[in-house]
């Protein structure tokens, strides 16, 4: 089968690395199943393997790829959560498994014709979704609704600062934040993209570092270094902030004192749960929220696809199609063909 994968990392020259080519079919597993792979969808997690950041190389070769919906072996519709863990080692919240692994991490990922993972891991796909905006949710929009739902318990009237407009996690927390009945606020340098946010319903977009017009109970953030010092002048005393990535470095100044005299609480988050995975499902089917999908390539031109993520020019999510899909409606219907 025809796969994306990694093969050697570089910091400076990542796309040296990933190789498209035939790779084996994967075979049969106990309580395991496999996914014909309709659409799939990139995430930093994929940009940061081939950089070295994260991920052994030992680990190498891998296919790449965390998102995924398709069928499964009885041709049901399904997507793909994609957190390999022991919910009883997690205290019922697979997430917190020591062990846990994203989809690949540790076993090969979804820019592949198929995927085999644990049967668990399957959720049925509504048919009011499609395959493409399916490929969007778990890793981006099920981060975003961890962040927001479950780590800062977001509640109607809070005023929410997501940083980085355009990204995949601070689109679908931007959508989210809204649908939630919040006030929100976003930054970004590209006047563009914060004028996406504010037709996603942002209250003002306003670029990067710029004073807000009011201090907000909630920070998302997933940018880092760049936006700390922001995001904590952001917040109001007793607020949250809650991260989830540092794509422009890991270690900011930590202005200990602001935090502790203000008492501002900082949250880590990671991934989603199943369930979180499927409680978000009910809230797009209650609100109408659909992920923002910037464009589709075939996996063949996946490359062109990652030198746009490190570009900065992708807005929302971009899918990719595995070969000899075309037959299926992947962006117009989510009923089996």
């Avoid at 062990?99 to 990922?109: D, F, I, K, P, V």
């Avoid at 993972?117 to 975003?144: H, I, M, Q, S, Y």
């Avoid at 749960?273 to 109408?288: F, I, N, P, Q, Y």
Wanted: proline share 7%.
């Amino acid at each position: 089968m025809l796969a994306a994968t990694a093969v050697s990392q570089s910091a400076t020259d990542p796309l040296a690395g990933l190789v498209v080519g035939d790779v084996p079919k994967p075979g049969p597993r106990p309580g395991w199943s496999l996914v014909r792979v309709v659409a799939s969808s990139l995430n930093m997690h994929d940009l940061w393997t081939l950089r070295g950041v994260g991920h052994p190389p030992e680990r190498l070769p891998i296919v790449l790829g965390c998102d995924a919906a398709g069928y499964d072996e009885d041709g049901t519709e399904v997507l793909v959560h994609p957190v390999l863990a022991d919910t009883d080692a997690g205290m019922g919240d697979e997430t917190l498994d020591p062990n846990r692994a994203l989809l690949s991490e540790r076993h090969n990922g979804s820019f592949a014709e198929y995927l085999s993972v644990p049967t668990r891991n399957l959720v049925p796909k509504p048919p009011w979704l499609t395959f493409d905006e399916a490929a969007c949710l778990p890793v981006a929009w099920g981060t975003a609704y961890r962040m927001l739902f479950t780590q800062a318990r977001i509640r109607a009237g809070d005023r929410v600062l997501v940083q980085g407009a355009g990204g995949g996690v601070a689109s679908a927390a931007i959508k989210l934040a809204v649908a939630a009945g919040a006030v929100v606020y976003a930054t970004s340098r590209s006047t563009e993209k914060r004028a996406q946010a504010e037709s996603w319903g942002a209250r003002k977009a306003v670029p990067t570092g710029e004073r807000l017009p009011e201090r907000v109970d909630i920070v998302v953030e997933t940018v880092g270094e760049a936006t700390w010092a922001h995001s904590l002048k952001s917040l109001r005393p007793g607020g949250t902030l809650v991260i989830a990535g540092a794509t422009s470095g890991t270690n900011p100044p930590a202005d200990l004192g602001r935090v502790f005299y203000l008492q501002q609480r900082i949250l880590g988050s990671t991934g989603c749960t199943r369930s979180e995975l499927v409680a978000l499902l009910k809230l797009m089917d209650a609100t109408g929220l659909r992920p923002v999908i910037d464009r589709t390539l075939p996996l063949d031109e996946i490359h062109k696809g990652f030198q746009l993520m490190i570009d900065g020019r992708l807005t929302g999510k971009l899918v990719v199609h595995p070969p000899h899909q075309e037959t299926e409606e992947t962006t117009t219907t989510g009923e089996s063909s």
